[in-house]
Antibody
Framework: EVQLLESGGGLVQPGGSLRLSCAAS????????MHWVRQAPGKGLEWVAN????????YFLDSVKGRFTISRDNAKNSVYLQMNSLTAEDTAVYYC??????????WGQGTLVTVSS | QSVLTQPPSASGTPGQRVTISCSGS????????VNWFQQLPGTAPKLLIY???QRPSGVPDRFSGSKSGTSASLAISGLRSEDEAGYYC???????????FGTGTEVTVL
């Protein structure tokens, strides 16, 4: 069974950092592009970043460029999102997604990040 | 600000057909496959349609997708109460080098 389990969310002060993790199981992580997508409270979906199968290609939402980095460790079946210089506008549920733009799209249940003093 | 525009809401009675539009541009819908996602209240999004009009296994054939130029549409026929959810279109944008979601449409079954 395919599973994606996000962790690492929580309450952080403005300007702080968090590292989100996504643990994958039930499929070969190294065969897929992986994505992070977020949803602010009461708002729509917003794509944040993605990374290709071997980590050599990465793309980011303009508003997080220079603050967020995405990485993966296929041997550990994990994908990561390092978030720095967080602001209130980054408050959202963050979803890890497999092949979001394709036929084998699959999403985790999300982890909540709250940026507040 | 999303580059894919959807109506904020749509509604119908059980059994009716509801159509949701998604308006984009040449750099996204005009040149890349469109996916549609369903998000039931309090849950993660789920793939409903991929590559404009393909259904993953397990998705009822009541759901169908289409594309015309720089716009895409999702149709729900034989509307059921369990179809009450948020629906989002999405596509890669070649100009932004980013994946973009539509503004989202809330479907209500009256």
């Amino acid at each position: 069974e395919v599973q994606l389990l996000e962790s690492g969310g929580g309450l952080v002060q403005p300007g702080g950092s968090l590292r989100l993790s996504c643990a994958a199981s039930g499929f070969t992580l190294g065969s897929y592009w992986m994505h992070w997508v977020r949803q602010a409270p009461g708002k729509g979906l917003e794509w944040v970043a993605n990374i290709n199968q071997d980590g050599s290609q990465k793309y980011f939402l303009d508003s997080v460029k220079g603050r967020f980095t995405i990485s993966r460790d296929n041997a550990k079946n994990s994908v990561y999102l390092q978030m720095n210089s967080l602001t209130a506008e980054d408050t959202a549920v963050y979803y890890c997604g497999r092949a979001v733009g394709g036929a084998e799209s699959y999403w985790g249940q999300g982890t909540l990040v709250t940026v507040s003093s | 600000q999303s580059v894919l525009t959807q109506p904020p809401s749509a509604s119908g009675t059980p059994g009716q057909r509801v159509t949701i539009s998604c308006s984009g541009s040449n750099s996204n819908i005009g040149s890349n496959p469109v996916n549609w996602f369903q998000q039931l209240p309090g849950t993660a999004p789920k793939l409903l349609i991929y590559n404009y009009n393909q259904r993953p296994s397990g998705v009822p054939d009541r759901f169908s997708g289409s594309k015309s130029g720089t716009s895409a549409s999702l149709a729900i026929s034989g509307l059921r109460s369990e179809d009450e959810a948020g629906y989002y279109c999405a596509a890669w944008d070649d100009s932004l080098n980013a994946y973009v979601f539509g503004t989202g449409t809330e479907v209500t079954v009256l």
